[in-house]
């Protein structure tokens, strides 16, 4: 393979210490170098699985030989005992469990739980943000508990909306189950997508603020 | 004296079919109001007065008291199914409003305070609003223009439109377009499942954009110095740009594409699974939008709907009109397409309340479980 005065940098890159000139600079090359793109994909992975290792005590401390061998005046940094380095970017399911969790956390338990008359400043801002990257909450695969124990509250509470209403937010919970069983089939076949993940764990969500919506709305007329 | 007036003042407007009472509040009073059928229609003047008028029917009632620094309205019926009642409501600029209604369309113009309004079937449609403005409607759009602050607006089955409208923008519907424009805030969340979503405005450093749909295409407009990364995601649609975009490296695919424009401070989501994704420069979104605003007229007023823009609502006296005249129920089915909705609001308007009445006589002893009150 040859290399280019990119190839040594890339690690830098990927632990974010390159100026950015020099993010720039090897971002402008990687759009045109595919081996150094295979390269950064193949950092990646090796970060990724690194990071899945548990740390263990060497046998006996490198540190005195490797000092012994760098040379002089260019003493790397060195972490405070204890501080992790490493940096986290978060896999595909982890994006998705993130997502799924905030829906969750949103979702049947705590709208039973927390429901309550609160002022606007307090409702505002109470749906469920739209899952990004880089969040991380634990799955806890509880989405469609939390979508059934809603829906359970509907059956009971839209004795309270007329049949017009329910007709209209059964219509539209369809609308979204389709959307939903769309995203999943596509997920069959590529389950790797990263937007298709986040795609139906948004849409999910979106269940969930319908049907706590339409609770509210149903408990409010009580 | 507002503790004064919160023990005394309980009004009820009734039993004439329409009433109006002006009372003075203090700075910082607030307004809520309950009807569940008919309007709530809200104005703001510059005096430090309320000014109630209902339109009430014969058996409507409604009610105006002061709860501690709240004024309230409610409406109600003095017999049987509740009634329809319209509400024409002026207050100080600054009031803030709760509205809420079931079979009801809110109205709010000239308040420059926070808005909550929401009903279950009916349009919301505000003009002005400034701190926390929330908005929500099951089965009818939304619309507002000209607020700031923290917005919030939903609805479930229909479109919502926002027009020049700044701060912290959120906003969702099922069924439904969103459309955008004017916005200048940097942090915007809008999604759909069925339904278009466009935006108009700005892209501000260091902002966060974020746009879905399901269901439709996803249309943005990028200003020529925008810092922003965007990220723009499809399953069965295409992305597409009108102008040159620097594609950033990552595992991109054909559905799946980074750019980052200037620094790329600004960060922005486009998604949408079966749509296309569309950045398009600030004119060139306003002249596609005037010309699809001048189709959506033409389209009105072409009401023999032959697309010969004839302006006119007299169709079978155009020399212009096209379809065939032999075919009747084409003719009988395009004639009763431009006049039902128009025909239908005024004759419901004048006789429901007359026949709704009279047949609820009629057929309730017989019907008395499965009787559903069901008017707009």
Not at chain 1, 158 to 161: H, I, Q, S, V
Not at chain 2, 306 to 326: G, R, V
């Given at each position: 393979m040859k290399n280019d005065q990119w190839t040594n940098r890339l690690s830098e890159y990927i632990d974010g210490e390159l100026d950015s000139s020099e993010r720039a600079g090897l971002e402008a090359h990687l759009a045109t170098c595919g081996q150094c793109f295979a390269t950064l994909a193949d950092l990646r992975e090796v970060v990724a699985r690194a990071k899945s290792l548990e740390d263990r005590e060497p046998t006996k401390d490198l540190w005195a030989g490797i000092r012994a061998g760098l040379t002089q005046g260019s003493e790397p940094r060195r972490h405070a005992p204890?501080?992790?380095s490493r940096r986290f970017t978060f896999s595909v399911p982890q994006l998705m469990a993130a997502s799924i969790a905030l829906v969750f956390l949103s979702g049947g338990g705590a709208w039973l739980a927390l429901r309550s008359s609160q002022s606007p400043e307090q409702r505002f801002g109470e749906t469920t943000p739209r899952p990004r990257v880089g969040q991380l909450v634990t799955w806890t695969g509880h989405t469609d508990a939390a979508i059934a124990d809603l829906q359970t509250a509907l059956t009971q509470n839209?004795?309270?909306?007329d049949t017009a209403t329910v007709r209209i937010v059964r219509e539209n919970l369809a609308i979204i189950d389709r959307a939903i069983s769309d995203a999943r089939v596509a997920l069959q076949k590529d389950p790797g997508n990263a937007y298709l993940n986040l795609h139906l764990a948004n849409t999910m969500r979106r269940k969930v603020e319908l049907l706590r919506r339409v609770n509210d709305m149903a408990a409010a007329r009580s | 004296m507002f503790a004064t007036l919160a023990a005394a003042m309980l009004v009820a407007l009734a039993p004439q079919r329409q009433s109006d009472t002006t009372f003075a509040v203090p700075a910082g009073a607030s307004l809520s109001v309950n009807n569940f059928g008919g309007g709530i229609t809200v104005h703001g003047w510059a005096e430090n007065r309320v000014k109630v008028h209902g339109?009430?029917?014969?058996r409507g009632r409604v009610e105006v008291s002061i709860v501690g620094s709240t004024v309230v309205i409610k409406t109600g019926s003095r017999e049987g199914a509740p009634s329809v009642i319209d509400l024409d409501i002026t207050v100080p600029q600054s009031m803030a409003l709760n509205l809420s209604g079931t079979y009801a369309d809110i109205t709010v113009d000239g308040v420059q305070g926070a808005i909550s309004a929401e009903t279950v079937n009916g349009e919301v449609d505000v003009r002005g609003g400034k701190g926390i403005v929330t908005l929500h409607s099951i089965q009818g759009s939304v619309t507002l223009a000209d607020a700031s602050g923290r917005i919030e607006v939903n609805s479930v089955n229909e479109a919502i439109e926002l027009t020049n409208v700044s701060g912290e923008i959120k906003v969702e519907t099922t069924n439904g377009e969103v459309t955008l424009t004017g916005i200048q805030s940097s942090s915007v969340d809008a999604g759909t499942i069925n339904g278009d979503v466009l935006y108009e405005g700005t892209v501000t450093d260091g902002g966060s954009y974020s746009f879905g749909s399901h269901n439709g295409d996803i249309t943005v407009s990028i200003p020529e110095r925008a810092n922003v990364t965007i990220t723009a995601a499809t399953a069965n649609g295409d992305i597409d740009s009108s102008f040159p975009l620097p594609m950033q490296p990552g595992p991109a695919g054909k559905h799946r594409k980074t750019f980052k424009i200037g620094s790329g401070s600004a960060r922005m989501e486009l998604e949408s699974f079966q749509g296309d994704i569309e950045m398009r420069r600030p004119q060139e979104m306003r002249d596609r939008m005037e010309d699809r605003k001048r189709k959506h007229n033409e389209h009105d007023n072409d009401f023999d709907n032959?697309?010969?823009?004839?302006?006119?609502?007299?169709?079978?006296?155009?020399?212009?009109?096209?379809?065939?005249?032999?075919s009747v129920s084409a003719y009988a089915t395009r004639y009763a397409a431009a006049y039902a909705p128009k025909y239908a609001a005024q004759y419901a308007a004048q006789y429901a309340p007359r026949y709704a009445r009279q047949y609820a006589r009629l057929y309730s002893k017989h019907y008395k479980d499965s009787f559903r009150f069901n008017t707009h």
């Open positions: 204890g501080v992790s839209e004795k309270r909306l | 339109e009430t029917g014969r032959d697309n010969d823009n004839d302006n006119d609502h007299d169709a079978d006296s155009d020399t212009s009109f096209s379809f065939d005249l032999s």
